[in-house]
């Protein structure tokens, strides 16, 4: 595909991928381009686990979490309700996007504290990790000797730099992904992931990503193509003087 065209068609797929699995020869080319990201001093502080065995997938996917009414309230501060809102805004997603749990949780907020409620919705959460292909892990490494004090600002730029080489590497090849973080939003979610992956603890290791892999099934459901105009943000010369 060519890059003006791959990097606007870039896209989170959101539900169920088909059972075809992804051949080694395109995890690779996948792997490779996470490989050649941008990194502070080439310090590379980055590790990535593959997960392709499907008892471990399974375990996984058992993993649940909740969210807070904080993290509720900020999902919702990006919905837009309608094309026209998206249009004017130009920024956050569609309502029709957001997993069904979260909307559920907007209309009657008491759900929050309900156990039956987040037992079914991790249910459902499950369901949709397990129908991934592949599950990528993208680590930093903390204890990456860095330079000055933005030394960690650099090196999560970086692993910033490692999502966008899989994520548009993956549409090239015809592989839909998704970035899932409910899990990411718990800190005792993220004990248990790191259990699982026997990731070691006090080491400096930092779970920051959690990748689905797939092909696109019939039925799917994409982030917005919706974006500010460069003359929104782009400033010439002096800050405030419109490009």
Do not use: C
């Not at 991934?132 to 650099?154: C, D, E, Q």
């Not at 990731?199 to 290791?205: A, H, L, M, R, T």
């Amino acid at each position: 595909m060519d890059f003006q065209e791959l990097v606007k068609f870039r896209r989170s797929s959101r539900w169920l991928f088909n059972n075809k699995p992804i051949p080694d020869s395109e995890l690779k080319k996948i792997l490779e381009a996470a490989r050649f990201a941008p990194t502070p001093h080439n310090s590379q502080p980055f590790e990535i686990i593959v997960v392709k065995d499907r008892n471990v997938i399974k375990e996984l996917s058992m993993v649940g979490f909740r969210l807070t009414k904080k993290y509720v309230d900020e999902h919702f501060h990006w919905v837009r309700y309608s094309k026209e809102e998206l249009e004017s805004k130009k920024d956050g997603v569609f309502i029709d996007v957001l997993p069904k749990f979260v909307n559920d949780l907007k209309d009657d907020p008491k759900l929050i504290t309900d156990d039956n409620f987040w037992k079914k919705s991790m249910e459902l959460y499950s369901i949709l990790v397990q129908n991934s292909a592949v599950l990528l892990f993208v680590i930093y490494n903390r204890n990456k000797p860095g330079v000055g004090p933005l030394k960690h600002v650099w090196g999560i730029l970086s692993i910033g730099a490692v999502m966008e080489n899989i994520w548009l590497a993956s549409n090239d090849l015809g592989i839909s992904t998704q970035l899932i973080s409910g899990q990411l939003m718990n800190p005792e979610s993220v004990k248990k992931i790191m259990k699982i992956l026997k990731i070691p603890e006090n080491q400096g290791y930092k779970l920051m990503l959690i990748f689905r892999l797939g092909y696109e099934g019939k039925y799917g459901k994409y982030g917005t193509k919706y974006r500010r105009e460069l003359s929104d943000f782009v400033h010439l010369d002096r800050f405030n003087n419109k490009y």
